[in-house]
């Protein structure tokens, strides 16, 4: 087994920030140490992946390498027994796909910690349909149920609805009973987001109109938010008394533009989500609930599958903000 070839996509720095990338044969020897040796069968499209994959700065410090911060397999072997051989399992976020080979290779070696068993009512196709963006909604989600918001309360709002954390959001609210509200700079996929659940959607020009005011009208009684910056400055300035705001990306900006107001004067509550180094309790709980009572039927019915090379031309889209949804990444071409 250890002198076993693998394919996986390779990124390479030719020049000093000129990247190739190419499937390459990779020998499990290989791989970095660790107790857990998953032969991959699906990985999924992220936005981490995309910057990985082109070179860009913030992700991946070392090249050549793997990308893929998702993968879902079975288990070869694990040699602190936290799993036994044969086992599905799911391994998203710590640093795989970052400096540590990824899910774009069939193989990937790690620490056992990073991984979660498989939960029965999904496929490993479906759980890559959900990936990291589906566990980063599912947290969110908790968080706002932790802090009381229930489907009674009123609308919830989710920032930058057409991504793939977005979208997830607004398909496992709709299947929990909230009235959701979706917010996207892409308002010709209005019909794709309605279809996802969405009770209304808004154009990010007519959210974003007259934000630079102080507090804005009251409306959501919990935000989803995957934007930051002066998305999510406007969503906290017009929530609800005592509503609950969640903050997962940075696409829009790493800054707030904000005041103190809507904390002090409405009680409004903003919370973090990280989906990368959450505790493997919080992982099984939402994975579990992804698999049952907020399973999102809709979005698992439009996850497109592609091979690892098709992947190419889907790096630069979603960079560029083209893409919408989730892509599952087929490690098994031809099966």
């Known amino acids: 087994m250890a002198a076993e070839l693998f394919d996986a996509l390779v990124v390479e720095e030719e020049a000093p920030g000129t990247f190739t990338r190419q499937i390459k044969k990779r020998s499990i020897d ?27 700065p913030g992700v ?3 090249y050549p390498h793997t990308p893929g911060i998702d993968a879902a397999g079975e ?3 694990c040699a602190d027994g936290a799993f036994r051989e044969g086992e599905k399992v799911i391994v998203t976020g710590y640093d795989l796909g970052m400096n540590t080979p990824g899910g774009y290779g069939q193989y990937i070696r790690v620490p056992s910690a ?40 009123g609308e919830i709002l989710v920032t930058g609805a057409t991504g793939g954390v977005g979208s997830v959001a607004v398909a496992i609210l709709s299947q929990a009973g909230y009235q ?23 154009s990010r020009e007519a959210f974003l109109q007259n934000s630079d005011r102080p507090l804005l009208k009251e409306r959501w009684a919990g935000v989803i938010d995957v934007v930051g910056g002066p998305m999510l400055a406007a969503a906290i300035k017009s929530a609800s008394y005592g509503g609950v705001v969640t903050c997962c ?17 409405r009680g409004v509550s903003l919370l973090g989500v990280d989906s990368a180094q959450c505790p493997s309790a919080a992982r099984n709980e939402v994975w579990q609930l992804l698999a049952s009572d907020w399973k999102p039927q809709r979005i698992l019915a ?15 889209a979603m960079l560029k903000g083209e893409s919408r949804g989730r892509t599952v990444v087929n490690l098994d071409p031809g099966q």
């Open 30 to 56: 290989e791989l970095p140490p660790g107790e857990l040796l998953v032969r991959v069968r699906s990985s999924s499209l992220n936005y981490k992946d995309a910057l990985s994959a082109l070179g860009r």
């Open 75 to 77: 288990v070869v072997s």
């Open 114 to 153: 990073w991984g979660v068993r498989l939960p029965e009512a999904l496929s490993l196709k479906e759980s890559m349909a959900l990936g990291t963006a589906g566990l980063t909604a599912g947290l969110s989600l908790q968080k706002l149920v932790q802090a009381g918001v229930r489907p009674e309360h």
């Open 249 to 265: 990306g940075l696409a829009g900006s790493a800054e707030l533009p904000l005041n103190v107001f809507p904390f002090i004067l």
């Open 60 to 62: 991946t410090k070392n």
């Open 302 to 316: 439009q996850a497109q599958e592609v091979p690892l090379a098709e992947l190419e031309e889907r790096f630069h």
């Open 180 to 202: 959701v509200v979706a917010v996207t700079g892409k308002i010709e996929e209005t019909e794709y987001l309605t279809g996802l659940g969405a009770r209304q959607v808004l």
